[in-house]
């Protein structure tokens, strides 16, 4: 295919459509949050077993994201993008149909697959679809789709429960997803990256630059979207807010760290250097800390600064693992990153669940703020690409 060479015109258009993709493709599990404490009462159900829907939603992504050489061997990039769209459409479409808590965990764990298939595939293709020189800013406005997510998630939770019942919300996201699916078919063409005669290249497990972004990776992922699961179960049951009062302070906590997304690309195509990755990391862990804070108010302060300064770590780390390998493996290099992270996100918000069901959740943001902190030491072993 030929490649856009300018970020104008359709190349916008295109780079938009995906952005809006990816938006409904991470709201697909982060409008569980907001609706968590909805689930948690109409289910009677412990928090920690209300926070294990996102073990499962982990437990589907992770190893589809690991064996992402595979399928994207097998399918190609656009036909995984397909896929992925399609599954999560028609998982949202199941909720509404559970009236037995157990059928979540099926049905999570395919949104999880979903959502695992999207990623990986859809990375290659726009570095495919776009000139190297642009791939910051492209990486960078695809990937703050996740930021605007989070922070429009609880106010799109709130006005559709205005309208619908809490189960009303993932028959709109299907729908939503399916018209996306017949879009993205008509408008977009195969890459043809020469592939590699193996489904697998091993020799990736031996970069100890992967490994050590990776394992930073699993950490701020807990920090940020662990919290941001169980924050809503936090301020309902913890801290005594309603869930309409809750949503309104966490998506407005959230904003920030849209903007800050973005912009962190456009800094990564002019300086290309990972100077600013050890005080994000640091900052990151102390203000998941500081969240424990009994005071709504300062709660309200240290999630908009959490927010804001963890958004420009991810956009960073995907474009240097997208610098430090070629076209054919740059795919399975991005899919072993996001794996460990999801490790996190399979982990933690459920250990947070057993903190708040044995202790308190501010035990536990302490524990996870500081073993975010500490990790940045890994960083003292990561040595600069040539």
């Known amino acids: 295919m030929k490649r856009f060479g300018s970020l104008t015109g359709r190349a ?26 909805l689930i948690e009462d109409e289910f ?10 996102f073990t499962f939603t982990a437990l589907g992504y992770a190893p589809t994201v690991f064996f992402s050489s ?76 996740a930021q605007i997510s989070i922070a429009v998630t609880p106010f799109l939770a709130l006005l559709l429960l205005l ?16 018209c996306c699916a017949a879009i993205f078919y008509a408008n977009s063409e195969e890459t043809h990256v020469l ?31 662990g919290l941001y699961y169980v924050a809503p179960l936090y301020l309902t049951k913890e801290l ?18 849209a903007i800050v997304g973005i912009s962190s690309g456009f800094l990564v195509d002019r300086f290309r250097s990972d100077k600013f990755v050890l005080p ?31 958004a420009a770590f991810y956009p960073i780390s995907l474009v240097r693992v997208s610098r430090m390998f070629d076209a054919e493996s740059r795919g399975q290099a991005i899919g072993f990153l996001i794996t460990l992270g999801v490790v996190g996100l399979a982990t933690i918000p459920y250990l947070l669940g057993v903190s708040g069901d044995l202790i308190s959740f501010r035990v536990g943001f302490v524990a996870l703020g500081a073993l975010t902190a500490l990790s940045a030491g890994l960083l003292y072993f990561l040595r600069e690409q040539r």
């Open 280 to 310: 994000l990391v640091v900052v990151t862990g102390l203000l998941t800390m500081l969240v424990a804070v009994k005071d709504v108010w300062w709660i309200q302060v240290f999630l908009f600064f959490q927010a804001v300064i963890s």
């Open 12 to 37: 916008i258009l295109f780079l938009l459509f995906m952005w809006f993709v990816w938006i409904l493709n991470f709201t697909t599990r982060s409008i569980l949050s907001p609706v968590l404490p």
């Open 70 to 145: 595979v399928y994207t061997k097998m399918l190609g990039h656009r036909k995984s993008v397909m896929l992925s769209i399609v599954l999560l459409g028609l998982a949202c479409l199941a909720i509404p149909l559970v009236h037995i808590f157990n059928l979540f965990y099926a049905i999570t764990l395919v949104l999880g697959v979903g959502a695992g298939l999207y990623i990986p595939a859809v990375i290659p293709l726009l570095t495919e679809y776009y000139e190297e020189k642009d791939w910051g800013k492209v990486i960078a406005v695809h990937d703050s789709g």
């Open 195 to 225: 592939g590699s005669p193996r489904y697998f290249r091993w020799e990736l497990l031996k970069s100890k630059p992967l490994w050590i972004v990776a394992l930073i990776w699993t950490f701020m992922a807990g920090s940020t979207m």
């Open 240 to 257: 005594g807010l309603t869930v309409q009062k809750a949503n309104t302070i966490f998506g407005i906590s959230r904003i920030g760290g």
């Open 163 to 178: 309208f619908l019942p809490w189960r009303g919300i993932f028959l709109v996201l299907g729908l939503a997803l399916l």
């Open 44 to 53: 009677n159900v412990t928090h920690a077993r209300a926070t294990s829907i």
